[in-house]
């Protein structure tokens, strides 16, 4: 299996601008995590679908934030307009379960906002 | 409110053994899982307990104690690609929380 696919890799982009990143979990697996990690705030988690269903979506920011995953294979989350403060690294994390207790991370998105 | 606590930095020779202390509060707990990140890379999973006990996976074990809110990752046999962050994490009822992470510091 290829693991989870997170594109693109690097973004940057300026203030005001919209930023979407992409998603592509492990075939077969149930649930989606979205996560943030910067040095100050640690490993946030943003958001988490099952059987593409948000669940929770406390941990999304501000309304700025929004996630979809239209299928199974498929997810993403946008982030309009960006701020420098969105500067971070994005993750991406699958589960078989709907527990979520063994997650699959993708290599994350590292967002750059100037 | 939900929290993880999580010593920051650990720091140990080639060889030895160190454990990782979490303690936890949360709303609700189904279980504690582990994480390991290396400097630019992604978490990857190590181990998950639910229940309360000592789970090996080669050299490294994790221990839950429920009635104390309370678990550790031990590592045997360090070795200098060890160094990394580790992460403990754990599911409330709706909430899903990771600890701010050890860095564990292995030198030769």
Known sequence: DAGVIQSPRHEVTEMGQEVTLRCKPISGHNSLFWYRQTMMRGLELLIYFNNNVPIDDSGMPEDRFSAKMPNASFSTLKIQPSEPRDSAVYFCASSLSSGGEEQYFGPGTRLTVT | ?108
């Not at chain 2, 720091?11 to 630019?40: K, M, P, R």
């Not at chain 2, 839950?64 to 046999?77: P, V």
């Open chain 2, 1 to 108: 409110g939900q929290s993880l606590e999580q010593p920051s930095e650990v720091t140990a020779v080639e060889g030895a053994i160190v454990q990782i202390n979490c303690t936890y509060q949360t709303s609700g707990f189904y279980g504690l899982s582990w994480y390991q990140q290396h400097d630019g890379g992604a978490p990857t999973f190590l181990s998950y307990n639910a229940l309360d006990g000592l789970e090996e996976t080669g050299r490294f074990s994790s221990f839950l104690s429920r009635s104390d809110s309370y678990g550790y990752l031990l590592l045997q046999e360090l070795q200098m690609k060890d160094s990394a962050s580790y992460f403990c994490a754990v599911k409330g009822t709706y909430k899903y929380i990771f600890g701010t992470g050890t860095r564990l510091k292995v030198l030769a």
